[in-house]
């Protein structure tokens, strides 16, 4: 499984932005895909996934700000960032799992495939 993130920027306090995640290789065999971040200093941090099924989970400091999807014809995951704060601001990652017996939500080191960071910075 290749995981391609892109969709980060620079923004304002409030704005938003809609982070991707294109999957290619044996997509049919990912039995969840997250999107996790980390700031300079601190932990990775998980952010919200999405599973095969469709069950979504969300870090408490997201949940009405961010939504996951996912488009499965363009085998794409999509984080969309509302709200943006200034802590949000972060290397923001994809990660897949292939392992359907894993108890979720996974801990970043249980993923894995990642995707290549993409920088979120949201100004003040």
């Known amino acids: 499984v290749q995981l391609q993130a892109s969709g980060g920027g620079l923004v304002q306090a409030g704005g938003s932005l809609r982070l991707s995640c294109a999957a290619s290789?044996?997509?049919?065999?990912?039995?969840?895909m997250g999107w996790y971040r980390q700031a300079p200093g601190k932990e990775r941090e998980l952010v919200a996934h999405?599973?095969?099924?469709?069950?979504?989970n969300y870090v408490d400091s997201v949940k009405g700000r961010f939504t996951i999807s996912r488009d499965n014809a363009k085998n794409t995951v999509y984080l969309q960032m509302n709200s943006l704060k200034p802590e949000d601001t972060a290397v923001y990652y994809c990660?897949?799992?292939?392992?359907?017996?894993?108890?979720?939500?996974?801990?970043?080191?249980?993923?894995?495939?990642w995707g290549q960071g993409t920088q979120v910075t949201v100004s003040s």
């Open positions: 290789g044996s997509i049919f065999s990912i039995s969840v």
């Open positions: 999405i599973t095969s099924g469709g069950s979504m």
């Open positions: 990660a897949a799992d292939t392992d359907w017996d894993k108890n979720l939500p996974l801990r970043s080191y249980e993923y894995e495939y």
